[in-house]
């Protein structure tokens, strides 16, 4: 049964959910996999270095135990790199350890608002499409620069809400509605929605999916929270599907409002 | 099986779903009859005059055989009042037809944007509280307001997010979370929220529920606008109960950024 | 010189400040008076506990000294009165004491957020204008209570922006928004304004004028902080009286795009 | 006489105003020049199209006439030019006519919203930054971005505050609080500022100044707008070297609330 009544196509694959998860601050990977199956998710992020592509050490290391490939779309992401070079070799990485050729293109040189960098993105995504990646490049909410990414072929372009993990939701509403209304492939709003509201927000703005991790993973029960983003989602694109009212200036009355007493 | 995993208690009576519906502006009470039934609600509000108490020439007249009383609690309002004393007359007149005693008070002088006044809410609800109604005021976002009416006895409160269908969603935000710290009985945002993210949101702050009408009433297929409400509410709730992130100035990463390709 | 290019009329009255001052927690009373010399205002409300009518005891008790009646009209506030009789009850003492029978009326029984009770402000308006008051209420931004104070003859409403000393801004914009539109007396944006930017925006929405307090008492530099306001609001007056271009969804070039190295 | 105390440095020059004039939609040059005297500014932009720099044909060919150089800074900009190649080619073409060899740079291939292009932005900084320019980009507000220009040498960064025109104000507040925070160049805040509050407010975060151009151009009486953002531009600034208290959560009286009718 479909989450939402409209499949997503990414790179002429069909998804049923427009609810992307991150499988990063999990506090177990028992605890990863039960809110993946609560979120009705079909796509997860797994950061490089955490799916530790050498299996030594890391007690994360068995993640990809815990994520059945037939049932979800493994996506790397290069989360860490610092430009384009750092990029590319993680994703040539991930692909020769034998991981779906689909990259999440993440490369933020600033430590503390992990805010992407334009320049080494465009660069990076231009060198994986060539080397034939399906690329999903996480980007500021800049409208020149995601036409630019789908023009040199990326599958999708992923504005930022608000910096990763901020809990602030849609602070680029102005320009993310820019970015939708020029977009030939999927918007998929990244980072900062911290609550289900700004997730059905996203999707009510007429964004095709939404990616969330830092708000399910610490929730105190990630499962239930990963059902709640799968339901304000549904609700939002539905809401989308509809078609939602224009914001009046003045009230309008949903009663008759005269000769009430006149009977 | 419960919309909502705890129960809402509005005068000693319980209720599994937070999502209240009004019944204008539906196209017909056909349609109107399948979105009470696809939202899930458990509470219904009819404007008395359309409710027609004596049966006559409105093409409404007959709403009441659309609404199954045993499985909707009817929430007689009294919207078109002009002052506390034709307030509390529908009130009475509804209970005379054998409608339930609750009421959900409605007074506005103002035609054009349908704001409530304070002065005369107040008084009715002195007065209807003392003939045994349930009494469910609409009023500003007003925290003194709020507090005196639940000293006086109200069954909740429903402060406005913004104006009656003017789908702009909860504009008093910083009000309407006073009056939730405030509160004694449940508050239940009413009017304004013209998309299932925004009654998600009311949710989320601490809300106990919400009225949604317009929104619902007037989408192309009110039975799914209704289910979408119905899921954005649950998900709001879910959210609520688990507690939401705070919001952080900074970023905070998902993915360890250190040494990710050292291994 | 004027401050402003057109004169505010308050109950007959010519002001060419549309800045008004409070008197609270300013470091000394020198302070305060060159903070009201350097925002020109000409409207200075001091609470009335404050301004000790025994003169006993105070450190404040001479704060009357500091602010010459020839320069500035003195408005006492009701600051503190939890109910209309304790208002009632100070206005008229400020009166026989000999101060100006203008009085700034506030009555928030709320400790917390010191909100305005919109019952008890409208009973002590209607008495106090009937003895002959010149009242200025301090409201909650609820369009339908500013409509029946200006209908009982008050002077201004001054709706709150945020709460008191909160310097928040804005917050009830929507609301101030109807009030303007249906104001038949001065409209007077009190508290909460925390910046200039804030005060210049209230005028530009169309607030006839603004009243400040801790933003400038508090300043390292009450007197530059005062010019400062000063400035902000000028500035917003004359952008209200220019008219400002609406809000548009796209860009508007300001230069010639076409064939620009055509020459 | 400074119009705001502290003296704004870029590339080594010392401006005693922080707000800078566009030249584009005045009604005459007439218009143009009483406005840029009323606004104190000291840095003038002029499209390079408009400055005709052949002098032939168009209108507004002798703009030039109309702006003292000895009194203004000429910035010619490059509005209109689609990539870096034409950016460099039209600062050049202005460099030779003996226009100061500061350049405005603005490449923005997108018609209708005139958003800039990150890339092509930051590749034309480079060169001219070599050839010895003084470089002032418009830029989105992009952090990443804003550090890697003034890594290669710009003077300030532009960040937008909403689209050209669009009188929003500043709709990228987060991000270009971050700009703020990271930046080693001056920040001006350039586009989308309609009203004079909105100029205040940037200063109030710690922009260094602000640009404007339409409210100012287009205002019923330039003159007289361009004082009124004069003073909300040095009401700004003062607030911002003063500090402004925090948003507070709660009220905090301005007035001693105990006792006060204990005398």
């Known amino acids: 049964m479909p989450n939402t009544p ?15 998860l991150g499988t990063g601050k999990f506090s177990s990977n028992e605890a990863m996999a039960s809110a993946l199956e609560a979120s009705g998710c079909e796509i997860v992020t797994v950061a490089l270095r955490r799916a530790d592509l050498t299996g030594k050490g890391d007690p994360f290391a068995n993640i990809l135990d815990f994520i059945d490939p037939k049932k979800y779309l493994l996506l790397p992401n290069t989360s860490g790199a ?65 036409k630019r990414l789908q023009d040199v072929g990326t599958a999708t ?9 901020s809990n602030r939701g849609i602070e680029t509403r102005a320009q993310i509605e820019i970015i939708i209304e020029q977009a030939t492939v999927p918007v998929v709003v ?9 997730a059905a927000e996203a999707l009510e703005m007429g964004a095709d999916a939404v990616l969330v991790n830092t708000a399910i993973a610490i929730a105190p029960d990630p499962s239930r929270m990963g059902r709640a983003f799968k339901m304000a989602v549904e609700a939002g694109r539905e809401a989308f599907l509809l078609g939602l009212g224009s914001e009046l200036d003045t009230a309008s009355p949903t009663s008759p409002l005269t000769a009430f007493l006149s009977q």
Do not use: C
């Open 6 to 20: 409209d499949p997503l196509l990414i790179a002429g694959r069909e998804f049923h959910s427009r609810l992307l």
């Open 82 to 146: 610092l430009n384009a070079e750092e990029a590319v070799r993680l994703a040539r990485l991930a692909a020769a350890a034998g991981l779906p050729k689909w990259v999440k293109l993440e490369i933020h040189p600033d430590p503390r608002y992990l805010l992407p960098d334009p320049i080494e993105t465009l660069k990076a995504a231009e060198q994986l499409v060539r080397e034939g990646f399906t690329v999903l490049p996480y980007i500021n909410a800049d409208p020149v620069l995601a």
């Open 157 to 165: 372009v992923m504005p930022l809400g608000s910096p990763i993990g």
């Open 190 to 198: 990244d980072a900062g929605l911290g609550a289900p509201s700004q």
